[in-house]
């Protein structure tokens, strides 16, 4: 079956752009995890949603991050007034339910914010 | 705070020798823990993970790890490494922390197998 999908798969962007990055989980996942990885990092955790509500949000590092799961299923991550920093790989994860369950990742998405 | 540390960023070994890579992590309350594993150009993949019971876990590809409480570890092993083993391994922990349910990542071990 199809796993999780992400796109796009790279985005250019210049400083103070806006941006939208979506996740297509498998289907049937309650779950759904994002990530951003730098360069010789581990994925780093931003937000965690159990069907549409954010389970957990702690991990967005400030209010120019957002993301909406409107029905359950895709997702999407915003990004106001990109910055420099802000460059890295978005990952995308679902689970069949929860915290417990093994991780499905996605491709993610390479951003670069010039 | 929940946390994980992976203690050495690169282990070199040779072919069909054993490897140990370690994983320590803090939490205050019971966690799930998990292996994935990146190879080169590919995604994260689930390489075993140990929720309750026995702390022994096996994995795929002939690889296991044993849950520590004491030592709060969760070293991965595998007897005789292949090439085809390469990759980046990265330690993950899940549970409650702060009132909130999170994941956290290890900063990964990057395994190169010598022919």
Redesign the interface.
Known sequence: GAGVSQTPSNKVTEKGKYVELRCDPISGHTAL?W?RQSL??????LI?FQGTGA??D??LPNDRFFAVRPEGSVSTLKIQRTERGDSAVY?C?SSLQ???D??Y????TRLTVT | AQSVTQLDSQVPVFEEAPVELRCNYSSSVSVYLFWYVQYPNQGLQLLLKYLSGSTLVKGINGFEAEFNKSQTSFHLRKPSVHISDTAEYFCAVSGISGGYQKVTFGTGTKLQVIP
């Not at chain 1, 010789?40 to 955790?45: K, T, V």
């Not at chain 1, 990742?105 to 993610?108: D, K, L, Q």
């Open positions: 995890y990530y010789g990092q581990g994925p780093e955790f965690y389970a957990d702690s991990g990952l994860a929860g915290l417990g093994e991780q990742f996605g491709p993610g």
